[in-house]
């Protein structure tokens, strides 16, 4: 079954710095999501992208639709501790229902 | 705000043992799915419903069956427990459209 490549699949970073992370398909999506999960929790949405070259921000989070459909970006500034856990980006083609593809994660640690 | 319940959070089963592990939400979401979740692979989906009465299958799908009878429940049934089915399993709903999914917080299964 296909996946998404994300990368890095992890990082340390100090407190304050910026973060970013990517995902890349061979195929075109419809729809980016990017979600984050904490330890012995179901993923969050954070960020959901629709369209191509939508660029969207929740607070210190920017994400990114990429213009040819097969890759989106997230972008955290000024990184705190509470920004711990897992990454996880997925896409949706149209008219697969309920059906995402999820890429591999980026743990993400922040050290003070 | 119950959202997405699924039980029991932790269980262990003996290999050819079978178990059903429930999953129940009460926003009237319409589609629902479940994913289980491996080290390093992300989440991929097992089987997933567009309403009740209809399920079908995702990307994982041997080992395992489902049914949708009402719209609040989707229970996930593993008739002869492998192994191979030690994983953390996710249960996710969504309302129809544009919208996206609410995950549960997880049950974790070992199969020795």
């Known amino acids: 079954g296909q996946q998404l490549n994300q990368s890095p699949q992890s990082m340390f970073i100090q407190e304050g710095e910026d973060v970013s992370m990517n995902c890349t398909s061979s195929s075109i999506f419809n729809t980016w999501l990017w979600y984050k999960q904490d330890p012995g929790e179901g993923p969050v949405l954070l960020i959901a992208l629709y369209k191509a070259g939508e660029l969207t921000s929740n607070g210190r989070l920017t994400a990114q639709f990429g213009i040819t459909r097969k890759d989106s970006f997230l972008n955290i500034s000024a990184s705190i501790p509470s920004d711990v856990g897992i990454y996880f980006c997925a896409g949706r083609t149209t008219g697969t229902a309920s059906k995402l593809t999820f890429g591999t994660g980026t743990r993400l640690q922040v050290t003070l | ?112």
Not at chain 2, 9 to 16: A, D, I, S, Y
Not at chain 2, 47 to 75: L, M, W
Not at chain 2, 97 to 107: D, H, I, M, P, S
Request: contains cysteine; hydrophobic residues 30%.
């Open chain 2, 1 to 112: 705000n119950a959202g997405v319940t699924q039980t029991p959070k932790f269980q262990v089963l003996k290999t050819g043992q079978s178990m059903t592990l429930q999953c129940a939400q009460d926003m009237n979401h319409e589609y629902m799915s479940w994913y289980r979740q491996d080290p390093g692979m992300g989440l991929r989906l097992i089987h997933y419903s567009v309403g009740a009465g209809i399920t079908d299958q995702g990307e994982v799908p041997n080992g395992y069956n489902v049914s949708r009878s009402t719209t609040e429940d989707f229970p996930l049934r593993l008739l002869s427990a492998a192994p191979s089915q030690t994983s953390v399993y996710f249960c996710a709903s969504r309302a129809g459209g544009n919208t996206e999914a609410f995950f549960g917080q997880g049950t974790r299964l070992t199969v020795v």
